[in-house]
């Protein structure tokens, strides 16, 4: 995971499968309502955080409504029917009104007494009959009850603080902590693979409830993720940007606008830029590099090049027109911030090298950016970017998505431990563990 630092076929019950159909992209809603829900209301975790299906209330029609004018004996041949309470109520009803026209003044006034007590009985019973109702059971108060994230190791030994999720996220009742005073507190607790790597695994809690969750988070490729095969059998969740992982946190994702904006590009004087911090000849980005740059210009920023302005990526890339969002390694749904952040948010085009097209097309529109794949040489690709540079209304055409959808980076490290909360809501009482982490990352 450049610049910002970061199993086989496993995924239980819980494993959120990645699945779209063609032409669909992942994208996330609106944040929901702020509303209290019984929590065994719940969905399952769904394709992914954004396709999350909309909670019904359906449980609603299942209450037991009163019958206009209240409970009443059934009539002749009309079957009882009904609760243990109804059914009950009537027929004491009935007996008392029975006994009483037979009974003189003072003995009805004992039978009344002890239809009524006979009444609070079945009462109760009918009461404990109906307790796994939702409307009979007190929603649990996330503001009462929060659930306990805990951070066993704060990301590269960096202390940062950690955001109100909340406020941030709208995800109500989520505390997040990095204190490993009291483990055993906390809903989840969440280990970051560099670091455990650097401690070792004899670091990690000795004890843990049955119900706690230990979710493995990681954002680096399996090109640089060591160490996986000693850990089989350790965690229940994997938290990571692959769209199967069961707590799936990307680099960035699009978001549909509400109505449709005006597209308004910014004046671009420049045509390709690249920054880059690890520069190695072998890894496949530099190598087709050094064969595009025959061909045409590039201002290289970084350890290996120029200085950033006001030592901004953001600021730099926007006056360019094209931007090598290229990878350090190729691995599906390995897709970081430098297309999200460095092309994106600085509205150039990406051009990119990593996965193939189609897995980029599940993230991003299919005209939003330029594959390497697409051109049999990087000469070709050359001559195409000199002809959009020509070529006003072509070049247009790469933005005209943005009308439709906003560009959202992912915050590094509070939206993760956020998502968790709303990964136990989802996942309910449903258990299970990661039997072969490495297989599963590695795949």
């Not at 796994?132 to 007190?138: G, K």
């Not at 004046?267 to 072998?282: G, Q």
């Not at 090598?324 to 297309?339: G, V």
Request: hydrophobic share 35%.
């Amino acid at each position: 995971m450049a610049g910002r630092g970061g199993g086989g076929g496993q995924v239980g019950a819980e494993g959120q499968g990645a699945g779209r159909r063609r032409g669909q992209l992942l994208l996330l809603p609106p944040p929901p309502p702020q509303r209290r829900r019984p929590p065994e209301q719940h969905a399952p975790p769904a394709a992914s955080p954004w396709l999350r299906p909309v909670q019904s209330r359906a449980w609603e029609a299942r209450a037991p409504q009163l019958p206009e004018g209240g409970w009443r004996r059934p009539a002749m041949g009309e079957p009882a029917g009904g609760s243990p309470g109804r059914r009950g109520a009537r027929w004491v009803r009935g007996w008392a009104r029975c006994c009483c026209r037979r009974a003189p003044p003072r003995r009805q006034w004992r039978l009344l007494a002890a239809g009524l007590t006979c009444c609070t009985v079945l009462a109760l019973y009918a009461a404990s009959s109906l307790q796994d109702l939702p409307l009979l059971r007190r929603p649990r108060d996330e503001e009462d009850e929060p659930l306990r994230v805990l951070l066993w190791w704060e990301p590269f030994g960096r202390s940062r603080p950690l955001g109100d999720c909340r406020a941030r996220y709208n995800i109500s009742g989520c505390s997040l902590s990095t204190n490993r005073s009291r483990p055993q507190e906390a809903h989840a607790v969440l280990f970051h693979h560099r670091d455990l790597i650097l401690h070792g695994a004899e670091l990690l809690p000795r004890a843990r409830t049955p119900a706690q969750r230990w979710v493995w988070m990681n954002f680096e490729s399996p090109t640089h993720t060591p160490g996986l095969h000693g850990l089989a059998g350790v965690f229940n969740w994997t938290m990571s940007y692959k769209v199967d992982s069961d707590v799936f946190v990307p680099y960035g994702y699009l978001r549909a606008r509400q109505a449709p904006a005006r597209l308004s590009l910014p004046r671009k004087t420049k045509l390709v830029a690249w920054v880059i911090s690890n520069w190695n000849e072998d890894h496949a980005r530099v190598r087709y590099f050094n064969q595009l740059k025959k061909y045409l210009p590039i201002d290289i920023y970084g350890a290996q090049g120029l200085e950033l302005k006001d030592d901004s990526v953001v600021q730099t890339v926007a006056e360019y027109k094209f931007y090598l969002a290229f990878e350090n390694s190729q691995h599906l749904d390995y897709i970081t911030e430098k297309l999200w952040r460095n092309a994106f948010k600085s509205r150039a085009v990406p051009i990119v090298l990593g996965p193939p097209r189609a897995n980029y097309e599940l993230f991003i529109p299919s005209d939003s950016f330029i594959h390497v794949d697409d051109f049999a040489s990087p000469g070709q690709l050359a001559i195409y970017l000199k002809f959009l540079d020509k070529n006003k209304s072509r070049y247009r055409r790469y933005f005209a998505w943005r009308k439709r959808y906003e560009v959202r980076v992912t915050s590094f490290w509070d939206e993760h431990c956020c998502q968790v909360c709303e990964a136990i809501r989802a996942a309910g009482n449903q258990r299970k563990t990661v039997q072969n982490l490495a297989n599963w990352f590695e795949s």
